[in-house]
């Protein structure tokens, strides 16, 4: 799925790996932020897909019980 947490981890890891081999102060710092950035929104995606899961299973629920 595009924009899958797994896919926001593997930008996470691409922009640390830049960070450490940059020269530039300024530039580590750029690109761990951008990390850190890429990590905090794979896990935002988690806890909408997980809220998203548990409201399915709400409106599944009345129909559970009248079935």
Same mark, same amino acid.
């Given at each position: !799925?595009?924009?899958?947490?797994?896919? $926001?981890?593997?930008?996470?890891?691409? $922009? !640390?790996? /830049?960070? +450490?081999?940059?020269?530039?102060?300024?530039?580590?710092?750029?690109?761990?932020?951008?990390?850190?950035?890429?990590?905090?929104?794979?896990? +935002?995606?988690?806890?909408?897909?997980?809220? /998203? +899961?548990?409201? +399915?299973?709400?409106?599944?629920?009345?129909?559970?019980?009248?079935?």
């Amino acid at each position: !799925m595009p924009g899958s947490p797994s896919e $926001c981890r593997r930008h996470a890891l691409v $922009c !640390m790996q /830049i960070s +450490d081999a940059s020269a530039s102060p300024e530039a580590r710092e750029h690109f761990a932020d951008l990390s850190r950035t890429w990590l905090r929104l794979a896990g +935002d995606l988690e806890s909408g897909e997980a809220l /998203i +899961d548990l409201l +399915d299973d709400l409106e599944l629920e009345p129909e559970k019980r009248a079935g």
